[in-house]
């Protein structure tokens, strides 16, 4: 690819393909905007690891063609990341269908034994969090919700706002 000597060229290749796609990401995040790695929902999720596997990829091209077919899906997955982001907003309907809903775990210092068990989640997970938010005693914790993109909020103090809690699913306890 660039040169005869196979171990100049594993090595150029490496430092120019790398460096290349890495230029190509930053660009393509540059156009889509902030957004593009917010891990905000699900679907960010995985286009932020979609994105590391095809930067991998480009990496270890081994022709030209490998490497533009590499590009081309990098610019794809930003553009359907930029198509699902308006949708979501312009559509309710379809915001339900792709996102999941965010679980509460805990309410009121009390664990809910059903929505740990739904989201297979367990109690010693839970209360690493719940040191982790520096939460002193379990009656200070108003609640505790595993997130759209499977981060565990804890919410803990004197009170908390119902309209914190808008939108999660609450399993019977």
Same mark, same amino acid.
């Given at each position: 690819?660039?040169?005869?000597n =196979?171990?100049i060229?594993?090595?150029?290749r490496?430092?120019?393909?790398t !460096?290349t796609g890495?230029?190509?990401?930053v ?5 889509? &905007?902030l957004r593009?790695f917010?891990?905000m929902?699900?679907f ?8 590391g !596997?095809l ?6 091209s081994?022709?030209? &063609?490998a490497?533009? =077919?590499?590009s081309?899906a990098l610019a794809?997955l930003?553009l359907v990341?930029?198509f699902?982001?308006?949708?979501r907003?312009?559509?309710?309907t379809f915001e339900?269908?792709? =996102?999941?809903e965010?679980?509460i775990?805990m309410?009121?210092?009390?664990f809910i034994?059903?929505a740990?068990q739904?989201?297979r989640?367990?109690k ?7 040191? +982790?938010?520096n ?6 914790v108003?609640?505790v919700?595993? +997130?759209t993109? &499977?981060?565990? !909020?804890v919410?803990h103090g004197?009170s908390?706002?119902?309209?914190l809690? +808008? &939108?999660t699913k609450r399993?019977d306890?």
């Open positions: 690819m660039f040169s005869e =196979q171990t060229d594993l090595f150029l490496g430092l120019i393909l !460096s890495l230029v190509w990401v660009i393509l995040t540059r156009i889509n &905007g593009s917010s891990k929902t699900s960010d999720f995985v286009m932020t690891v979609a994105v !596997s930067l991998a990829g480009a990496a270890q081994t022709s030209w &063609g490497f533009g =077919q590499t081309t794809t930003f990341q930029c699902v982001a308006r949708l907003t312009s559509s309710g339900d269908l792709i =996102q999941n965010p679980v775990l309410r009121d210092g009390d034994e059903k740990l739904d989201t989640v367990t010693s997970d839970l209360i690493a969090k719940l040191r +982790e938010a939460v002193l005693d379990f009656s200070d108003r609640a919700v595993l +997130e993109t &499977g981060d565990i !909020s919410l004197d908390c706002a119902e309209s809690l +808008e &939108g399993p306890q």
